[in-house]
C-alpha cells in the first residue's frame, strides 16, 4: 500500500490541521504528519469508484440546456396553475431506463426533478424503471421519448455508462 493514497487529502489535512491550531511548532507539525498519513491511510478502503466525466464540454452543454429547460418549464406550470384546475390532467408515468450507474440514475432523477411539472418519484429496485409524475400529462410515450432523448442520452454520453 502506497504511503500517501491520498495526496491532495493528505496535503490538506496536514495544512488544514496547522491552520486550525495556529501554530507550526514541531508538536503540531509531527501530529498534522501523522493525520496526514493515517487518516487517508485508513478511509482508502472506502472509496467509492464513480464514473468520470468523459466529456466535459457536453456536460456543460447538458447544464445550460437544463437551466433552459428549466426557465421555460417555470413560465408552462404558472400557466397551468393559474388557469382552470379542470385544463390539469397529472399522471404517473414509468421510464425505462438504459443508464448504469448509480450517478448517472440519480443525475436523470435530479434533472426530471429540477424540471417543474415533473417530479421523480421513485427508482426501482432493479434499477429499470424512473417513476415519474407529471403535473399535466398529454401524451405519456411523448413524455418518455422527450426525457430518454433530452436527458438520459447525453447522460450516458456524458458518463460513459
Known sequence: MKLFPMPFHSLLLFVVWLLLNNSISAGHIVLAVFFAI????????????????LKPWLAIRYALMV??????????????????IKNLSPGFVAVP????????????????????????AEVSKDKAWLYIHALHLDDEAEL???????Y????????GC
Open 152 to 159: 438520459e442520452k447525453p447522460i450516458k454520453e456524458i458518463f
Open 38 to 53: 493515517t487518516i487517508p491511510w485508513l478511509v482508502t478502503g472506502m472509496l467509492d469508484e464513480h464514473p468520470r466525466i
Open 97 to 120: 431506463i438504459n443508464v448504469s450507474s448509480d450517478l448517472g440514475i440519480t443525475v436523470l432523477a435530479s434533472t426530471v426533478s429540477l424540471t417543474p411539472g415533473t417530479v421523480s
Open 144 to 150: 418518455i421519448e422527450s426525457i430518454k432523448q433530452r
Open 67 to 84: 437551466l433552459k429547460d428549466i426557465l421555460t418549464a417555470n413560465v408552462e406550470v404558472a400557466l397551468l396553475v393559474i388557469g382552470p
